[in-house]
């Protein structure tokens, strides 16, 4: 008898499931928020909340428990330093699951697999170059009456542009003259 086994079994077999399932909580923690079917979604909240969990004990045993599913130390220093304090006030329900339209190829249900509370990135903008102060010490400026040489670049060698393909022509082209 089948009692107390319930699971999602996703068309996969033990160790293909439990990769599946551990990949997306992976990507889930990650990018805060990812496209997958609807089954995928619904057989990965469970393991990806769990994490959560353990990220809001935030004890040795956890880390331990968290690393054996994650596999990265980045990735469990990602969860117990930013995820799990940004959910510390919640009891539950930190992922939710939005449907989607089904998938073109096989009609499949598309959903996405979001934590509840996102943080926003920042986006960085382009350090300006500060300008280096001049020392203080007199300047040489050239006189009138002189003439200075000036360098001038030599003009890049511009490559022609690849043709078909990036130039595969030449790969598979035939030696028209070997005979």
Sequence with gaps: MRHGKK???LNRFTSWHKATLNSLAKNLLIRQSISTTLARAKAARPLAE???NLAKENSLSSRRRAFS???SHKLVQLLFREIGP???SRTGGYIRIIHLNKRRGDNAQGAILELVEIKKREVRKPKKQK???APAGPQETPKA???TAVKEKPPAARKPPKKFLGGIRNIFKKERDSL
């Design 69 to 71: 599913i994650l596999g």
């Design 50 to 52: 769990k994490l959560i």
């Design 86 to 88: 940004r959910f510390a």
């Design 7 to 9: 699971r999602r079994q």
């Design 145 to 147: 009456g002189t003439l």
């Design 131 to 133: 300008e280096t102060a």
